[in-house]
């Protein structure tokens, strides 16, 4: 009986959400002490494999390689671009384009040669491109799947909390 109710009273305790599917647990997963290329490990498997779509819970890091820039409109409002250059598991580099929702994030911006970490939804829409891939979804989880997303940029995370 004792173990039911600390079972009701942690689930109670956990961070839910509610989409049109039901009621889903978004994970807040911890920003990485370190810029590593281990940190980048799914996202050099993506690529490696040369997956084509959009997959939830990505993690990548980098330095700018210029200031982010904004892209205006849309149906989803204005977003900043944040090019990155990242290091691969197997010694490679990779651009990848961290993208920002306004609206969602608030004005994510970063200077050149700034350290950005970002969790959120890989996407890929194929081969020739100037970015091998994008990090996209980088805020609270708005989709069932997908953990609390976020952004850092030389230690100041966005957003703060979920």
């Given at each position: 009986m004792m173990f039911l109710a600390l079972a009701i009273a942690f689930t109670w305790l956990m961070p839910v959400k509610h989409d049109v599917t039901g009621?889903?647990?978004?994970?807040?997963v911890p920003v990485p002490a370190s810029c590593t290329p281990q940190v980048n490990a799914q996202l050099?498997?993506?690529?490696?494999?040369g997956f084509v779509g959009e997959v939830d819970n990505v993690m990548v890091c980098g330095t700018t390689?210029?200031?982010?820039?904004?892209?205006?409109?849309?149906?989803?409002?204005?977003?900043?671009?944040?090019?990155?250059?990242?290091?691969?598991p197997n010694g490679s580099a990779q651009l990848v384009e961290v993208v920002t929702n306004?609206?969602?994030?608030?004005?994510?911006?970063a200077p050149v040669q700034?350290?950005?970490f970002a969790y959120g939804q890989y996407f890929n829409d194929g081969p020739g491109h100037y970015f091998a891939a994008g990090l996209h979804d980088v805020h609270c989880s708005?989709?069932?799947?997908?953990?609390?997303?976020?952004?850092?940029?030389?230690?100041?995370?966005y957003p703060r909390y979920c």
């Open positions: 009621w889903t647990t978004a994970l807040d050099g498997s993506l690529l490696t494999q390689i210029s200031s982010s820039r904004t892209q205006h409109g849309g149906r989803h409002g204005d977003h900043q671009i944040l090019p990155l250059r990242v290091l691969l306004d609206s969602l994030d608030g004005r994510v911006t700034a350290t950005v708005t989709h069932s799947g997908a953990n609390n997303g976020w952004v850092v940029v030389n230690g100041v995370k």
